[in-house]
């Protein structure tokens, strides 16, 4: 894929905080953890145990994942505010929440949150979470709750306005995985699950958003439509690209160079109301060209390429603007 354009950094009061809590380890065994850790993210397969087990271990998680997840999960809450202009949240509960990245995410989309849960099972990532959340600007964050628990589909389900699931549903037994799904829609407004940029988080995010639609839940986004998904298996993937800023801690924990990342994901969100879905979704990056542009679509009709020449004026200075990941047409050409 192609590059994406820049999107949301972390607010200053989560770096500095996180690069304070960094600077307490020495960088080798930062870097060690990270490499670690990076190899059991690549394995993408359920997880046994906890992952995290020393609290270097979870300073170097923060470092290496908060950045990332905090791109994407804003990345997917900004389209989903896009797309559901009424819904205004006041609750939110994050599962599997790590050290928060989510609620911080959520709080900068919806400045109407007043309550955010974190339920976490590492009470490391518990600790380090919280002293994170305490320099905060919003009081959602500053005040949030912390709890430790497990993803437990016999346990009363989550009750909150969002509910929010990141980076977690590959970690379970692909036999829970529908019992969780459904646990975790129970008792929301809006339910956004997000997973890794492959093809088997895909085909994970996939399985789940038809269960949602068969629930009775309405999708939000990245779909356009609720009828099968047209992208042919084995062959293709949905998935969409974040960019982010990496701080110069940031580069050291991963040997990197480059002064950003792309963070790719799979993701739905569905709600209990209908949305204002888009018409069609951008799903590669355009190909632009003098006088032309050309965008690979998803619609209800199916897959479809659409030709954008200057002979369609405004549709066509939209195109030239327009990112993988957008709904398509842009806003700018039907009001």
């Keep these: 894929m192609r590059e994406s354009s820049p999107v949301a950094a972390l607010p200053e009061t989560l770096r500095s905080a996180l690069d304070e809590e960094l600077g307490k380890y020495p960088q080798n065994r930062l870097t060690q953890s990270v490499e670690r850790l990076s190899t059991r993210y690549r394995e993408n397969a359920p997880a046994s145990a906890p992952i995290l087990s020393s609290e270097a271990d979870i300073a170097a ?3 290496y994942r908060m950045p990332a997840t905090y791109a994407a999960v804003h990345a997917v809450l900004a389209e989903a505010a896009l797309r559901a202009p009424g819904f205004a949240p006041r609750t939110q509960i994050d599962i599997g929440g790590g050290t928060g990245a989510a609620i911080w995410a959520a709080a900068d989309v919806w400045p109407s949150l007043e309550e955010s849960t974190v339920v976490e099972q590492v009470p490391g990532a518990i600790a380090l979470g919280r002293r994170l959340a305490d320099n905060a600007g919003d009081k959602a964050v500053r005040a949030s709750t912390w709890r430790r628990g497990l993803i437990d589909p016999a346990a009363p389900a989550p009750e909150a306005d969002l509910v929010t699931l990141s980076y977690v549903l590959g ?13 975790l829609s129970a008792k929301t407004s809006m339910l956004v699950l997000i997973e890794p940029g492959t093809p088997a988080s895909y085909e994970r995010i996939v399985a789940a958003r038809d269960q949602l639609v068969e629930l009775g839940l309405s999708l939000v ?6 009828d099968a998904c047209p992208i042919p298996r084995g062959k ?3 998935h969409f690209s974040a960019r982010l800023p990496r701080t110069g801690l940031h580069r050291q924990l991963k040997s990197g160079t480059l002064g ?4 790719k994901f799979s993701y739905v969100v569905a709600s209990r109301t209908a949305p204002e879905r888009a018409d069609a979704r951008i799903l590669r990056h355009p190909a632009k060209r003098k006088g032309m542009v050309s965008l690979s679509l998803c619609a209800e009709s199916g897959l479809t390429e659409k030709i954008v020449t200057k002979r369609h004026g405004p549709a066509y200075r939209a195109a030239r603007d327009a990112e ?3 709904a398509w047409p842009a806003q700018s050409t039907v009001d």
């Design 61 to 63: 998680y923060a470092g």
């Design 171 to 183: 970690e379970l037994p692909e036999a829970r995985r529908a019992d969780t799904v459904r646990w």
């Design 221 to 226: 986004a990245p779909c356009p439509h609720e």
């Design 236 to 238: 293709d993937w949905c």
């Design 260 to 263: 950003f990342e792309d963070e």
């Design 324 to 326: 993988w990941g957008d």
